[in-house]
């Protein structure tokens, strides 16, 4: 059978993430409860076989990723493909400091224009698609009839949705992009299928005392 089923994983929290500042490709870290949210997904994936898990080379994907490694047993293979958009000098600020300096740039940015490119060498969302489309088509074929996991961030759990549902690049977003959450997808060399979405179960009904002081 010429099919990869994929575990997609957005990333545990990071300090960055409830300050609303812009990541990117900068390489910032869990926090407490992003270390807590890695683990609690390593746990709920446990008794899952997989054939590989890919990461992004970020060390907040990585360390995700690396807790689903130590319970299922499958190694961590860091591959810069499936890091998050590139945002350029955008990178470290918030929007609203991006909407007082850059107010066009901004509206574009708000506008899902498909074409923009934040200054400093960013990404435009065309640019993203087809990075992060190469990229899981390069990773699945190697793994078909089997099951991998893919560890990255929310742009690229956007990306895939949109790739497995057929929505335009700037269809506004109706489907959450929980840190830590468990999406499953199903991939042909016809494209994505979307299994299941923004699984975050795991993480409702447990104490972080567990794993976290």
Not at 165 to 176: C, K
């Amino acid at each position: 059978m010429h099919a990869t089923r994929i575990i997609a994983i957005r990333h545990g929290e990071t300090s960055w993430n409830v300050d609303a500042r812009i990541q990117g490709h900068l390489d910032i870290p869990l926090n407490d409860i992003g270390l807590w949210q890695a683990q609690r997904t390593g746990a709920a994936l446990a008794h899952e076989h997989l054939d590989a898990i890919f990461s992004s080379d970020l060390q907040r994907a990585l360390s995700t990723a690396q807790a689903v490694s130590q319970t299922t047993g499958c190694a961590v293979q860091p591959d810069t493909g499936l890091r998050e958009r590139c945002f350029g000098s955008f990178e470290g600020r918030s929007f609203k400091d991006i909407e007082a300096e850059h107010p066009e740039q901004a509206l574009r940015w708000r506008k899902r224009d498909p074409d923009f490119v934040p200054d400093g060498g960013g990404e435009s969302l065309h640019m993203l698609r087809g990075r992060i489309q190469h990229t899981v088509d390069r990773l699945a074929a190697q793994h078909t009839g089997g099951q991998i996991a893919l560890v990255a961030h929310g742009g690229v759990m956007d990306i895939l949705y949109r790739l497995a549902t057929r929505q335009d690049l700037q269809a506004p977003r109706s489907w959450e992009l929980g840190n830590a959450a468990i999406n499953r997808l199903l991939w042909t060399p016809q494209g994505l299928t979307l299994v299941g979405w923004g699984d975050v179960s795991h993480l409702a009904n447990a104490s972080r005392d567990e794993f976290v002081s």
